[in-house]
């Protein structure tokens, strides 16, 4: 039997399935939610440019932070007071969602700017030189 659906899942899963243990308090986007902040990076001439899509999302819910050399992109949405109604079919829920990814050590978080735009999460990440190391002489003399 041909049944409509969406992304891979019946629209008529949750009215005929009563058995189902719904766990929408720690779901985002449902067993979609993997496929949230697609990522794209760009490389120009002095920096990198990393587009990140957050749809539904709002600038305060986001939360960037850098630490030894990752940054680490935090988004939270929590279900809305006039959203507490009974609903027929709900694929939106609520939670939170990160991603990181290495930028090196040599970066700082002053040296990267972040713009949220129509639920787009641009990054403007300064390319940097790697410092060349000094190959350092780590013998310890011997006397006698």
């Known amino acids: 039997m ?7 899942e019946s629209l008529l899963d949750d009215l005929f399935d009563f058995n189902k243990n719904h766990q929408i308090e720690n779901k985002l986007y449902g067993d979609k939610a993997k496929d949230l902040m697609k990522i794209d990076v760009k490389e120009n001439e002095h920096d990198f440019e990393v587009f990140v899509d957050l749809p539904g999302f709002k600038k305060e819910n986001l939360k960037l932070d850098l630490t030894d050399g990752y940054i680490t992109i935090n988004a939270n949405k929590t279900l809305e007071e006039e959203d507490k109604k009974k609903y027929i079919r709900k ?9 990181s990814f290495y930028v090196g050590d040599s970066i700082k978080k002053e040296d ?9 999460l ?4 300064p390319k940097v030189e790697p410092k060349e190391e000094k190959e ?3 013998y310890i003399a011997i006397e006698g």
């Open 136 to 138: 350092q002489n780590n």
């Open 2 to 8: 041909f049944m409509p659906s969406i992304f891979g």
């Open 112 to 120: 990267i700017k972040a713009k949220f735009d129509n639920g787009v």
């Open 91 to 99: 694929e939106r829920f609520y939670g939170s969602v990160s991603r």
């Open 122 to 125: 641009t990054l403007s990440i």
